[in-house]
């Protein structure tokens, strides 16, 4: 018998005596917030969210999303002890809008399949996102064109993620409901950090150690 | 395990296929949990490390717990998810394994220990690499699967940072989110001092520093790895797609940048549909770290051309879960998603820390899990190694009734020994004694006047230290308090003369019964 048959049959032996009954799941939890996406409480909430966890985040509406995006970029470079090229070096996914980008002094290098050491190169990344959940101050990637693939919001070491307001639901089931499973998604929610040591949080490990989320509105 | 013809207790029809093997893996101690703990108590540093470190969880828990309005209503569907997936666990088991091939993958599955290691290290072999990276599991710590690639000339580099202090203290883990939790920062700092090649000589003992320090020392061996291993806190059948969280993006580097992906994952780990992680993914972190949301989860559905790793497998491992699943009230262990909220409350883990345990499941879940996964023959102290206060169960996410399951693995410990033994041991005999004595209220107080005799054991203190055999079992790890003077009987009878004579012995019986309303 194979190790898979084997399996199947010991679980089908251990629920077979008293084959223990499918209840339904009572979902009497909350399933959707109070306030529709976008509402300007639950940008509130996820900015306070956002900021709890030392991620940044600044408001701006479509005519000044490439002035924000710049200063995301040179604060989010402008730390004490950090090597920067000069200037600096950002990936961004092909599917960007290009309009965003236009106010950085930085060099500015699509992904067109760039090698880990490429990207490892680079200081910071620019993406979209695909939704954000205001209570837990949560950005979900989904691989969209203007997300890029995983590794691009990975290996540098700045994110700056440009979340539309009408993205920002308030729960965790109404951000699950808008997901597409088929795609690969990365739930983030603020720097890397580990609470590792004495199970005290402390931000910035492996992932991008600086998260800016540039709230653009309309 | 013992079959046990007739008995309350149902098992496996083959327990030595069924249980996880003995010689691999790490389930069971060297030590009974006594002896062990006993060990433990004497280390005042270690209870200093884990008391700070679990008060300090408690509270950030409790915090974000509290601002959870449908906290209740969220266990309940968890508990009842996850009850619903054991019941329908072999179609679920085949619907995922369906989704993961559509989408790209290869699915294995392990009857035990020694077949996963076997997949694991045939997969890694094929690759050709010689070193893989790894994201912290619970399933491959507790099948050994890195010293069974160590035997096949394959390094694996733990990339959690607890894992990583573990790893490079030559240690083993004591906490199921937190190996290292009974680290404090200075012994941190000690180790990667002693153990990390070009650390700055310069580290402080700052948490941040440290980090920093780990962040340096796996960069490059991220960037170069070709073989990711991992486990998963969730599986979803109606979609295929496997999950992970974590916090530092270690497991983001693992599960992206390789070539190859292997996944090891407990059959108990699916929940049935996509939706479901809407319920977990609020339980989750608000009970393990104390967060609103970890900082990172992955999600990955087989092969996603031109992003991540292209070939991807999934090993599904028994190693007992199937015993575990055939004992109708133990079988809820299964439910638990590894949050560790249960060590965090206990009053034995946070004296006796994780290591007494000697499974990687330690604390309260530990105590019903790895006697299960093993046969309880082999972790037979565990069961016994609580206060049944019943904290664990009260902030449990799933509502695993970690007492009610412990009481019945003690007696199903005592029915599996019965049933193995034709001479009875001093406790049967002790029990059998009692009961004779408690049947009849005659000998029952013709009992107690004799224990009364029992304070010339005592000394000044009141406390009788040592008993002869068998009773000796009980004051081995406790005093006894000395019989008092007088009886309740007696003295009810004392104080209670004017009472009808006729009812005295019936009413004194429900005296001694709790029942007494005078």
Same mark, same amino acid.
């Given at each position: 018998?194979?190790?898979?048959?084997?399996?199947?049959?010991?679980?089908?032996?251990?629920?077979?005596?008293?084959?223990?009954?499918?209840?339904?799941?009572?979902?009497?939890?909350?399933?959707?917030?109070?306030?529709?996406?976008?509402?300007?409480?639950?940008?509130?909430?996820?900015?306070?969210?956002?900021?709890?966890?030392?991620?940044?985040?600044?408001?701006?509406?479509?005519?000044?999303?490439?002035?924000?995006?710049?200063?995301?970029?040179?604060?989010?470079?402008?730390?004490?002890?950090?090597?920067?090229?000069?200037?600096?070096?950002?990936?961004?996914?092909?599917?960007?809008?290009?309009?965003?980008?236009?106010?950085?002094?930085?060099?500015?290098?699509?992904?067109?399949?760039?090698?880990?050491?490429?990207?490892?190169?680079?200081?910071?990344?620019?993406?979209?996102?695909?939704?954000?959940?205001?209570?837990?101050?949560?950005?979900?990637?989904?691989?969209?064109?203007?997300?890029?693939?995983?590794?691009?919001?990975?290996?540098?070491?700045?994110?700056?993620?440009?979340?539309?307001?009408?993205?920002?639901?308030?729960?965790?089931?109404?951000?699950?409901?808008?997901?597409?499973?088929?795609?690969?998604?990365?739930?983030?929610?603020?720097?890397?950090?580990?609470?590792?040591?004495?199970?005290?949080?402390?931000?910035?490990?492996?992932?991008?150690?600086?998260?800016?989320?540039?709230?653009?509105?309309? | 395990?013992?079959?046990?013809?007739?008995?309350?207790?149902?098992?496996?029809?083959?327990?030595?296929?069924?249980?996880?093997?003995?010689?691999?893996? %790490?389930?069971?101690?060297?030590?009974?949990?006594?002896?062990?703990?006993?060990?433990?108590?004497?280390?005042?540093?270690?209870?200093?490390?884990?008391?700070?470190?679990?008060?300090?969880?408690?509270?950030?828990?409790?915090?974000?717990?509290?601002?959870?309005?449908?906290?209740?209503?969220?266990?309940?569907?968890?508990?009842?998810?996850?009850?619903?997936?054991?019941?329908?666990?072999?179609?679920?088991?085949?619907?995922?394994?369906?989704?993961?091939?559509?989408?790209?993958?290869?699915?294995?599955?392990?009857?035990?220990?020694?077949?996963?290691?076997?997949?694991?290290?045939?997969?890694?072999?094929?690759?050709?690499?010689?070193?893989?990276?790894?994201?912290?599991?619970?399933?491959?710590?507790?099948?050994?699967?890195?010293?069974?690639?160590?035997?096949?000339?394959?390094?694996?580099?733990?990339?959690?940072?607890?894992?990583?202090?573990?790893?490079?203290?030559?240690?083993?883990?004591?906490?199921?989110?937190?190996?290292?939790?009974?680290?404090?920062?200075?012994?941190?700092?000690?180790?990667?001092?002693?153990?990390?090649?070009?650390?700055?000589?310069?580290?402080?003992?700052?948490?941040?520093?440290?980090?920093?320090?780990?962040?340096?020392?796996?960069?490059?061996?991220?960037?170069?790895?070709?073989?990711?291993?991992?486990?998963?806190?969730?599986?979803?059948?109606?979609?295929?797609?496997?999950?992970?969280?974590?916090?530092?993006?270690?497991?983001?580097?693992?599960?992206?940048?390789?070539?190859?992906?292997?996944?090891?994952?407990?059959?108990?780990?699916?929940?049935?549909?996509?939706?479901?992680?809407?319920?977990?993914?609020?339980?989750?972190?608000?009970?393990?770290?104390?967060?609103?949301?970890?900082?990172?989860?992955?999600?990955?559905?087989?092969?996603?051309?031109?992003?991540?790793?292209?070939?991807? %497998?999934?090993?599904?491992?028994?190693?007992?879960?199937?015993?575990?699943?055939?004992?109708?009230?133990?079988?809820?262990?299964?439910?638990?998603?590894?949050?560790?909220?249960?060590?965090?409350?206990?009053?034995?883990?946070?004296?006796?820390?994780?290591?007494?345990?000697?499974?990687?499941?330690?604390?309260?879940?530990?105590?019903?899990? +790895?006697?299960?996964?093993?046969?309880?023959?082999?972790?037979?102290?565990?069961?016994?190694? +609580? /206060?049944?206060?019943?904290?664990?169960?009260?902030?449990?996410?799933?509502?695993?009734?970690?007492?009610?399951?412990?009481?019945?693995?003690?007696?199903?410990?005592?029915?599996?020994?019965?049933?193995?033994?034709?001479?009875?041991?001093?406790?049967?005999?002790?029990?059998?004694?009692?009961?004779?004595?408690?049947?009849?209220?005659?000998?029952?107080?013709?009992?107690?006047?004799?224990?009364?005799?029992?304070?010339?054991?005592?000394?000044?203190?009141?406390?009788?230290?040592?008993?002869?055999?068998?009773?000796?079992?009980?004051?081995?790890?406790?005093?006894?308090?000395?019989?008092?003077?007088?009886?309740?009987?007696?003295?009810?009878?004392?104080?209670?003369?004017?009472?009808?004579?006729?009812?005295?012995?019936?009413?004194?019986?429900?005296?001694? /019964?709790?029942?007494?309303?005078?």
């Amino acid at each position: 018998m194979s190790a898979r048959d084997d399996v199947l049959a010991r679980v089908r032996r251990a629920l077979a005596t008293d084959e223990p009954s499918i209840g339904d799941v009572p979902r009497t939890y909350r399933q959707r917030g109070d306030r529709p996406p976008g509402d300007p409480a639950l940008i509130d909430l996820f900015v306070e969210r956002l900021t709890d966890y030392r991620a940044h985040a600044r408001r701006t509406t479509t005519d000044d999303v490439a002035g924000h995006v710049a200063r995301a970029i040179s604060e989010g470079l402008d730390q004490p002890g950090r090597d920067r090229h000069a200037p600096p070096r950002i990936v961004v996914p092909s599917g960007l809008p290009t309009n965003w980008l236009s106010a950085t002094d930085a060099d500015v290098i699509p992904d067109a399949g760039l090698t880990v050491d490429e990207l490892d190169a680079c200081d910071g990344v620019v993406t979209a996102a695909s939704v954000a959940i205001a209570e837990t101050g949560t950005i979900v990637l989904d691989g969209e064109s203007d997300q890029g693939r995983r590794a691009i919001s990975l290996v540098p070491d700045l994110h700056v993620c440009v979340v539309r307001t009408d993205q920002i639901v308030e729960t965790v089931p109404e951000g699950v409901a808008r997901l597409d499973p088929g795609r690969p998604l990365t739930w983030i929610s603020g720097p890397s950090a580990t609470s590792d040591i004495e199970l005290d949080r402390v931000e910035g490990v492996h992932g991008p150690r600086t998260l800016h989320v540039v709230l653009l509105d309309g | 395990m013992v079959m046990i013809e007739g008995g309350p207790f149902r098992h496996d029809a083959d327990p030595n296929t069924a249980t996880a093997p003995r010689g691999v893996g %790490h389930l069971r101690g060297d030590v009974a949990f006594p002896t062990a703990a006993r060990a433990a108590l004497t280390d005042s540093q270690l209870r200093r490390n884990i008391g700070k470190a679990t008060g300090t969880i408690r509270a950030k828990r409790a915090d974000v717990v509290a601002e959870v309005a449908d906290w209740e209503q969220l266990r309940e569907a968890g508990r009842a998810c996850k009850a619903a997936t054991m019941a329908r666990l072999p179609e679920l088991l085949v619907q995922l394994e369906e989704r993961v091939v559509a989408a790209g993958g290869t699915v294995h599955w392990a009857r035990d220990a020694v077949e996963a290691n076997a997949i694991v290290v045939d997969l890694v072999r094929a690759t050709g690499s010689d070193e893989v990276v790894k994201v912290k599991s619970m399933a491959t710590q507790e099948i050994g699967l890195n010293e069974a690639l160590a035997e096949a000339g394959i390094a694996a580099l733990e990339t959690d940072l607890a894992e990583l202090i573990v790893q490079l203290g030559d240690d083993t883990p004591s906490h199921i989110l937190v190996p290292a939790i009974h680290r404090n920062r200075a012994e941190i700092r000690e180790i990667f001092l002693r153990e990390m090649p070009g650390v700055d000589p310069e580290l402080t003992d700052e948490p941040r520093r440290l980090a920093m320090a780990a962040r340096t020392h796996l960069r490059r061996r991220f960037l170069s790895a070709r073989v990711g291993v991992s486990g998963a806190n969730f599986a979803v059948a109606e979609t295929g797609t496997l999950s992970v969280v974590e916090s530092e993006g270690n497991g983001r580097m693992c599960l992206t940048l390789p070539d190859t992906l292997i996944t090891v994952m407990g059959i108990e780990k699916i929940v049935p549909t996509w939706r479901d992680l809407e319920v977990f993914l609020q339980l989750l972190p608000r009970s393990s770290t104390g967060e609103r949301m970890n900082p990172y989860t992955s999600m990955w559905t087989g092969v996603h051309p031109g992003d991540g790793p292209q070939d991807v %497998h999934l090993v599904l491992l028994d190693n007992g879960r199937t015993a575990t699943l055939a004992d109708e009230v133990g079988r809820q262990a299964l439910a638990c998603i590894r949050c560790s909220a249960c060590l965090n409350v206990c009053p034995v883990y946070e004296r006796t820390g994780g290591h007494a345990y000697g499974s990687v499941y330690p604390g309260p879940i530990g105590a019903i899990l +790895s006697p299960q996964l093993t046969g309880i023959a082999d972790n037979a102290s565990l069961p016994f190694a +609580s /206060s049944l206060c019943g904290a664990c169960y009260d902030v449990c996410p799933v509502k695993i009734n970690i007492p009610e399951v412990l009481v019945h693995l003690r007696a199903r410990h005592v029915e599996e020994r019965r049933a193995s033994r034709t001479v009875p041991n001093a406790e049967e005999l002790s029990m059998a004694a009692v009961g004779w004595v408690m049947a009849e209220p005659r000998r029952y107080a013709a009992a107690q006047r004799a224990a009364r005799a029992g304070r010339m054991l005592a000394g000044g203190r009141g406390r009788i230290r040592s008993l002869p055999p068998p009773l000796s079992a009980w004051t081995a790890s406790r005093d006894l308090p000395a019989p008092p003077t007088e009886t309740f009987r007696d003295w009810w009878a004392r104080t209670h003369a004017d009472d009808d004579r006729s009812d005295h012995t019936s009413r004194a019986s429900s005296s001694d /019964s709790g029942r007494h309303t005078s």
